[in-house]
Structures are given as C-alpha cells and as structure tokens.
C-alpha cells in the first residue's frame, strides 16, 4: 500500500511544545506514525494516501507553533 512522506520544520521551544505538536498528529485520522523531534526542529509524518499534506500543515499550524518549510514525499511545499 502507498503511502506518503511529510517532514516539517517547526520551531518548537519546549517540551510543551513538541508535545501539542504530538497530540494533534496523534488524533489526525490517517497519520500511520510519526516523529517529532524537539532537538532537530521537525515532525517526520507516515500517513495513508488520503491524508493531504494541507490537512496535516494545518493542524500543527493550530497549535500555534511556526512552520518554516515543509516536504511532501521529498519535494519542497509552501507553507
């Protein structure tokens, strides 16, 4: 089954922060795993096919935190 690859940059300041970014993917319908990482900045998202990269940017944009760049299976998206 094909799946897709996001990787976001999101400036994250805390554990508080990683966290709200971490609940949100974890209640995101389609998500298939995920890693956000405090240290290096980023959340890396596996998700199902019907799972857009708008939906995913969108919710952790709502927790408030700032996305600077962002990836759709490799390939550079507007945020």
Not at 36 to 59: C, G, H, N, R
Request: proline share 1%.
């Amino acid at each position: 089954m094909a799946e897709n690859h996001y990787k976001f940059n999101v400036t994250m300041t805390c554990g508080g922060c990683s966290g709200a970014v971490e609940r949100v993917l974890k209640k995101l319908e389609g998500v298939k795993s995920y890693n956000v990482s405090l240290e290096s900045q980023t959340a890396d998202i596996t998700a199902e096919p019907s799972l857009q990269y708008e939906t995913v940017l969108e919710k952790i944009k709502k927790t408030g935190k700032k996305v600077n760049s962002g990836e759709k299976d490799g390939e550079t998206m507007a945020v």
